[in-house]
Nanobody, 122 residues
Framework: QVQLVESGGGLVQAGGSLRLSCAASGRTFSAYSMGWFRQAPGKEREFVAVINWNGGNTYYEDSVKGRFTISRDNAKNTVYLQMNSLKPEDTAVYYC???????????????WGQGTQVTVSS
């Protein structure tokens, strides 16, 4: 079992920045690729970014490329999502998740956090 707890969400104006954190406990954190997903009201959960076990590979959804950066610190069992140049359309609940695969598909993730709200005002 892996327990995931997100933090760092909040209300920010368009153009601003936030850094989300996801702290993991339980099984070996470095054994997992970590992903960030988001779900806006009335929409399906969508992939945002993924990072492999050692941080050597990352992949982003097109709309966040160049604005968001995913990173991890295996010594701290934490994955981060730095979000810059935020837009109102980034408003959503953001979830971190863990998978033994390297994937953009939510169904392949085994463990999920409870989510943290990000609201971007125009």
């Amino acid at each position: 079992q892996v327990q995931l707890v997100e933090s760092g969400g909040g209300l920010v104006q368009a153009g601003g920045s936030l850094r989300l954190s996801c702290a993991a406990s339980g099984r070996t954190f470095s054994a997992y690729s970590m992903g960030w997903f988001r779900q806006a009201p009335g929409k399906e959960r969508e992939f945002v970014a993924v990072i492999n076990w050692n941080g050597g590979n990352t992949y982003y959804e097109d709309s966040v490329k160049g604005r968001f950066t995913i990173s991890r610190d295996n010594a701290k069992n934490t994955v981060y999502l730095q979000m810059n140049s935020l837009k109102p359309e980034d408003t959503a609940v953001y979830y971190c998740a863990a998978t033994e695969r390297y994937s953009t598909y939510a169904d392949w993730y085994d463990y999920w956090g409870q989510g943290t709200q990000v609201t971007v005002s125009s």
